[in-house]
């Protein structure tokens, strides 16, 4: 029977890619010179894992290396060798060596990876300085390898006195000796002298011995295979048949075991060559040389979830057709009467939808810390690099996502981490100059605020240096040196294009293309990037993200004819009568006063260029909301209902358009445009930080 | 055809120790771990366990250990896979109770040779 193995390589490298990142993340955290033994299993396990999948399915190559790993981690786990940080740089390096060989394997391409010879020759270096007998032992069966000159015989002659206890480890003589019978005939004869008095028996205990002929010209390793599990605690010994053992012929057919004759004993069966019962791995077993390139290069991309995120969906379609059918049956005899029931149904059937919605959207929301985890390596190899003492601390790792704003987050939040290694943490001389501590921090921290995503990289480095920035900018043309700009605006530079202040341009960050590509990507994901900063103390970077690209809570607001939607999570405030909170700004825009501070307005009718119903500003209705950390209050003629709506691209199938993050369909057949804050706020030039701190009415309200 | 409770933390080591069983007529059951397989050996009774060593949350030396202490595991075959080839690691298998071994890494062919070893 041969079973086609490559079905299981996708699994095995699944398995393996999560088995590395296990080993690498726990590498992290070992603390150079102390033994923490959970933390070296865990370690271990996961080597031995990817060792015993490797070997299995065919990846030799693999196998090996991890094998060396996996005995100097057996050395670290008996506490005969200490591990210090050379040793886990190794072991760092080799799970990079490893992945690669993966991957290759994965895209199946042959696998030529110099490095991987070189540490595993560092490695086999390490280990033979003391290499314990039991180290030298690879997947093969020492057992197996004596002499098998004998194999000429024409039988063999067992005496086999097993030990006690032998059934109590589920091992049963009588299997043995079938298995023996499939080899050739067998005479078996039993000594049953040892059988105590009925009295004091162990009916669990084994008090027999047999003696065994075999008539079987077959391999001496052939009989060991037999009685290899229970070699070591029986009496066993056996020797060629017609030697020195046959001095004993007269016990022959003293107690026949009779089971043996109604086999029948032909004679052909000693043609019947000893059957593959070898557990021995032969190198050029059919596994070694399967054709790798089998595995098809199609890319499957999958998510693995949960499975108490896959019964609450069941739970919801069970749900769903509970409501299915009472609507079912209330269509069949329709009267007036029943219509507070229809009503009732279709609110049950609205409520359903919404929560199928949302399980099916936890479906694709994963935990950060799918992102967060390659960080702790980054850091601790660039840190190396640069000589810099770096702690890095994550924070809300649980803080789920969805996978497409997962996957292209990735690369930003590199580039910025990145960034706060390269300029943000000083080095270690001039941090203790600066009365910090040596070792400088940088804390990934996520966390879900009002329907967004929000991640913060944090750093208590030297902060954005004004003076360079702003020099930098003038040179470049970005700003003129007479431009009034407030310290916000400054750091925000930073953002734009061509723009770089390091000194040398090294090769951890960018070359100066990097922060503007990072806030397009973010701003392409409808997110939006900002950075604050003091001087000395360090900057935060804080990005905010839509939880999900594919549906929004909206809010439908109506100016004129036009239905359009506010994202629910921006919206601060509504209010109706504003008559006397009303301040007419000369040259700017007018203003809300709401309670101590001042909100700009913006009148959408007068933005998209379209007739509102409401004659007065008076008749409209203000909606406050926020985009950009900045309050704005909207001028609309009505709210309308609130509802989820999916996301459909402008871009995709128009083209982009200022203050539209998006279209939708609604339930009547009309497209309707989501608003987008921010860009709102850009087209109507609201000055951003203009009314923001306000003490003294008088000043602002002019 | 015999029923067998399948032990590996290794989710590909699993379903391929599964699919060759089950290819052979037989009737698995998997468990991802020690814990597991205890759990579900207790709800049941198989002609054979196969268990892997080392495993997370509990190893397989001691799912022996406990399986051997319930009245209906004493006499049940089960085999170790293990990765370890050395003689005092396969002792300590014997010594917690366990029937034999099979030497990863294998192939489905050998996999099914050790367990008609067992099976008869």
Redesign the interface.
């Known amino acids: ?3 086609d ?1 490559s ?3 996708q ?2 490298f699944e ?1 393996s890619y999560e088995g590395l990142d296990v080993m690498e993340s726990a590498l992290l955290n070992l603390q150079p010179d102390t033994v923490d033994s959970e933390t070296i299993n865990e370690i ?2 996961a080597a ?2 990817i ?7 065919g990846f030799n190559d693999v ?1 090996e290396f991890t094998h060396v790993i996996e005995t100097l981690l057996d050395e670290i786990r008996g506490g005969t060798r200490n591990i210090t940080s050379e040793i886990v740089d190794l072991f760092l390096q080799s799970v990079d060596c490893i992945r690669k060989l993966i991957q290759q394997h994965d895209a199946g391409e042959p696998c030529e990876i110099p490095e991987a010879t070189e540490l595993k020759k560092i490695f086999e270096g390490i280990l033979s300085g003391n290499v314990p007998a ?1 180290e030298r ?6 057992a197996a390898s004596e002499p098998e000159g004998s194999s000429s015989t024409h039988g063999w002659k067992i005496y086999f006195k097993p030990e006690l206890d032998i ?6 003589p009588l ?1 043995m000796f ?2 023996l019978e499939s080899l050739g005939p067998l005479r078996i004869t039993a000594d049953v002298s040892k059988i105590p008095l009925i009295g004091s028996i162990d009916p ?1 205990a084994c008090y027999m011995a047999w003696e065994l002929e075999l008539d079987a010209g077959v391999s001496r390793s052939a009989v060991d295979e ?1 009685f ?2 229970v070699v ?2 029986s009496d066993l010994r056996i020797e060629p048949l017609g030697s020195a053992a046959v001095l004993e012929p007269e016990h022959e057919e003293k107690v026949s075991d009779t089971a043996n004759n109604e086999q029948g004993m032909d004679k052909e069966k000693e043609a019947i060559p000893s ?7 032969s190198p050029n ?3 070694a040389t399967k054709p790798k390139k089998e595995a098809s290069k199609v890319e499957v991309s999958s998510i693995r979830v949960g499975i108490d995120k896959v019964d609450d969906l069941i739970n919801m379609v069970g749900e769903l057709v509970i409501t299915q059918s009472m609507l079912g049956e209330l269509g069949l005899d329709f009267t007036m009467e029943s219509l507070p029931r229809l009503l009732e149904g279709i609110e049950q059937l609205s409520q359903n939808t919404r929560e199928l919605q949302e399980s099916v959207m936890r479906i694709r929301m994963l935990p950060i810390s799918f992102t967060f985890s390659r960080f702790p390596r980054l850091v601790h190899d660039l840190s190396r690099t640069m000589n810099k003492k770096i702690e890095l601390k994550l924070t809300g790792e649980q803080t789920e996502l969805d996978k497409t704003v997962m996957e292209k987050i990735g690369d930003p939040l590199v580039h910025l981490v990145r960034n706060s290694l390269d300029h943000g943490i000083e080095m270690p001389e001039d941090r203790i100059k600066a009365g910090k501590p040596e070792t400088g921090t940088i804390t990934l921290n996520a966390f879900h605020q009002s329907g967004n995503i929000v991640i913060q990289i944090i750093d208590d480095g030297a902060g954005l240096n004004k003076a360079k920035i702003l020099e930098k900018a003038v040179e470049k043309g970005l700003v003129s040196e007479n431009d009034d700009l407030s310290d916000d605006q400054i750091h925000d530079l930073i953002f734009k294009p061509g723009f770089s202040t390091a000194d040398q341009v090294s090769d951890i960050s960018g070359r100066g293309v990097g922060m503007d590509v990072v806030r397009r990507n973010i701003n392409e994901l409808n997110g939006s990037v900002e950075v604050e900063s003091t001087e000395g103390q360090g900057s935060i970077f804080t990005i905010r993200l839509p939880l999900t690209l594919a549906i929004l809570d909206g809010q439908l607001i109506r100016v004129g004819e036009h239905v359009y939607i506010l994202p629910l999570i921006s919206i601060v405030e509504s209010i109706q009568s504003f008559q006397g909170m009303l301040h007419r700004v000369v040259g700017g825009c007018d203003l809300l006063r709401l309670r101590d501070e001042y909100v700009p307005i913006i009148k959408l009718s007068s933005i998209f260029n379209i007739k509102s119903t409401a004659q007065d500003m008076d008749d409209g209705l203000l909606v406050v909301v926020e985009g950009d950390n900045m309050k704005v209050a909207l001028l609309i003629d009505d709210l309308e209902a609130q509802q989820q709506v999916v996301i459909k691209s402008l871009e995709e199938n128009y083209k982009r358009v200022d203050g539209v993050s998006g279209a939708t369909i609604l339930g009547n057949g009309t497209v309707s445009l989501i608003l987008d804050i921010p860009g709102l706020i850009k087209l109507a030039g609201v000055q951003r930080y203009e009314y923001k701190v306000v003490n003294n009415d008088d000043d602002c309200a002019a | 055809m015999a029923r067998i409770l399948a032990v590996d933390d290794s989710a590909s080591m699993r379903q391929m120790v599964s699919f060759t069983l089950k290819g052979a007529g037989h009737d698995v059951i998997e468990a991802s771990d020690g814990k597991e397989a205890l759990d579900k050996a207790k709800g049941t009774q198989v002609d054979l366990v196969l268990s892997d060593v080392n495993m997370p949350v509990m190893d397989g030396l001691t799912l022996v250990k406990e399986l051997r202490t319930l009245p209906n595991y004493k006499f049940t075959p089960i085999l170790m896979l293990t990765t370890e080839s050395t003689g005092d690691k396969k002792m300590e298998g014997k010594q917690a109770g366990a029937t034999g071994w099979l030497v990863k890494p294998f192939n489905p062919d050998q996999l099914l040779a050790t367990i008609k070893k067992v099976l008869g």
């Open positions: 029977m041969s079973i193995l079905q299981f390589h699994v095995f398995e271990f396990r031995h894992s060792k015993g999948g490797s070997g299995t399915f196998a039991s032992a690879t997947a093969s069966e020492p059934l109590r480890t589920g091992n049963d299997r079938r298995e669990e037999v290899e599990w070591d605690e059957p593959s019962v070898s557990v021995t791995p077993q059919e596994v």
